[in-house]
C-alpha cells in the first residue's frame, strides 16, 4: 500500500477530488432531508415547533415513511366509512408519491453505505498510476457467510471514478429535494384553494424501477433528470 506520503500530485489531487464528492454528497442529502422535513412540518399546520420535536430524531428512511404517509392523511380524499374509512390520493398524485418515495429511499441507502462503510480512499502499490477509484467495504452478514459487497454503493463503485459516481448521487439529491419541495407545495394550495385551477406539481416521471428518472422543475421551462440530464421537453405529467 502506498500511504500518504506518497508525493505524486496526479494521486493528491484524485483523492481530494473524491473527498470533495464525499463532501458534496453528504450535504446534498442533507438538503433532501430537509426538504422533507420542511414538508412534513408544513402539512402538519399551526404547531410547527411541537412536529419539529416529533421529527428532530429521526433518521432518514423513518422520516421518509412518516412524510408519505402524512401526505396521505393530509392531502387525500376521503374514501369508505367505518372499518374501511381511508384516504387516497388522486391516480397521478399516488404515482408522482411513490415514484418519489422510491428514489428517495434508493438514495438513503447509498447514504448509509457512504456513512457505514469501510473507504480505503488513495490506496495502492508501486505500479499504481491511477487513484480515481476508491474501495467501500459495506460488510452485512447473510445466509452464505459475510458479503463485503452489501448495499447500493459498493457495488456501483466498481469500475468507476468514485467522484464521479457521489457528484450524480449528489445531483439526484438536489433534483429530488426539488421535486419534494413543489409536489408538496401544489398539494397543499390545491387543498387550500380548491376553487382555483389546481398547480402543476412539476414533477414529472420517465419509467419505473432502474429506469426511472424523475425531472423536476422551478419554473416550468427547464427540467433538470436525476440521471443528470437538462430538457426543455419533459415526459408527460402522470395522469
Same mark, same amino acid.
Given at each position: 500500500? *502506498?500511504?500518504?506520503?506518497?508525493?505524486?500530485?496526479? $494521486? /493528491?489531487?484524485? %483523492? =481530494? =477530488?473524491?473527498?470533495?464528492?464525499?463532501? #458534496?454528497?453528504?450535504?446534498?442529502? @442533507?438538503?433532501?432531508?430537509?426538504?422533507?422535513?420542511?414538508a412534513t412540518v408544513f402539512a402538519m399546520g399551526r404547531n410547527q415547533r411541537g412536529t419539529h420535536?416529533?421529527?428532530?430524531?429521526?433518521?432518514?428512511?423513518?422520516?421518509?415513511?412518516? +412524510?408519505?404517509?402524512?401526505?396521505?392523511?393530509?392531502?387525500?380524499?376521503? %374514501? !369508505?366509512?367505518?372499518?374501511?374509512?381511508?384516504?387516497?390520493?388522486?391516480?397521478?398524485?399516488?404515482?408522482?408519491?411513490?415514484?418519489?418515495?422510491?428514489?428517495?429511499?434508493e438514495i438513503i441507502e447509498y447514504r448509509n453505505d457512504l456513512s457505514h462503510g469501510k473507504w480505503?480512499?488513495? +490506496?495502492?502499490?508501486?505500479?499504481?498510476?491511477? +487513484?480515481?477509484?476508491?474501495?467501500?467495504?459495506?460488510?452485512?452478514?447473510?445466509?452464505?457467510? *459475510?458479503?463485503?459487497?452489501?448495499?447500493?454503493?459498493?457495488?456501483?463503485?466498481?469500475?468507476?471514478? &468514485?467522484?464521479?459516481?457521489?457528484?450524480?448521487?449528489?445531483?439526484? #439529491?438536489?433534483?429530488? @429535494?426539488?421535486?419534494?419541495?413543489?409536489? #408538496?407545495?401544489?398539494l397543499h394550495m390545491t387543498v387550500a384553494l380548491p376553487s382555483t385551477r389546481p398547480m402543476d $406539481?412539476? %414533477? $414529472?416521471?420517465?419509467?419505473? !424501477?432502474?429506469? /426511472? %428518472?424523475?425531472?423536476?422543475?422551478?419554473?416550468?421551462?427547464? +427540467?433538470?433528470? &436525476?440521471?443528470?440530464?437538462?430538457?426543455?421537453?419533459?415526459? @408527460?405529467?402522470?395522469?
Amino acid at each position: 500500500m *502506498i500511504g500518504a506520503e506518497n508525493p505524486d500530485p496526479l $494521486r /493528491r489531487e484524485q %483523492v =481530494d =477530488d473524491i473527498h470533495r464528492a464525499i463532501g #458534496c454528497f453528504v450535504v446534498g442529502f @442533507s438538503m433532501l432531508t430537509q426538504a422533507i422535513e420542511s414538508a412534513t412540518v408544513f402539512a402538519m399546520g399551526r404547531n410547527q415547533r411541537g412536529t419539529h420535536c416529533l421529527l428532530a430524531e429521526l433518521t432518514g428512511q423513518p422520516l421518509a415513511n412518516a +412524510w408519505r404517509s402524512l401526505m396521505v392523511e393530509t392531502y387525500g380524499q376521503e %374514501v !369508505g366509512s367505518g372499518p374501511e374509512y381511508r384516504r387516497e390520493l388522486s391516480t397521478s398524485d399516488h404515482k408522482i408519491l411513490r415514484e418519489l418515495y422510491a428514489d428517495i429511499s434508493e438514495i438513503i441507502e447509498y447514504r448509509n453505505d457512504l456513512s457505514h462503510g469501510k473507504w480505503f480512499v488513495g +490506496w495502492g502499490n508501486e505500479q499504481t498510476t491511477d +487513484w480515481s477509484q476508491a474501495h467501500l467495504n459495506r460488510q452485512k452478514n447473510a445466509t452464505t457467510g *459475510i458479503n463485503f459487497l452489501a448495499g447500493r454503493l459498493a457495488p456501483a463503485l466498481r469500475g468507476r471514478s &468514485t467522484a464521479v459516481v457521489l457528484d450524480t448521487l449528489a445531483g439526484r #439529491c438536489n433534483v429530488l @429535494s426539488q421535486a419534494v419541495s413543489s409536489f #408538496c407545495t401544489a398539494l397543499h394550495m390545491t387543498v387550500a384553494l380548491p376553487s382555483t385551477r389546481p398547480m402543476d $406539481r412539476r %414533477v $414529472r416521471i420517465s419509467g419505473q !424501477g432502474q429506469t /426511472r %428518472v424523475i425531472f423536476a422543475s422551478l419554473d416550468g421551462a427547464e +427540467w433538470h433528470g &436525476t440521471d443528470g440530464s437538462v430538457t426543455a421537453n419533459p415526459p @408527460s405529467a402522470p395522469s
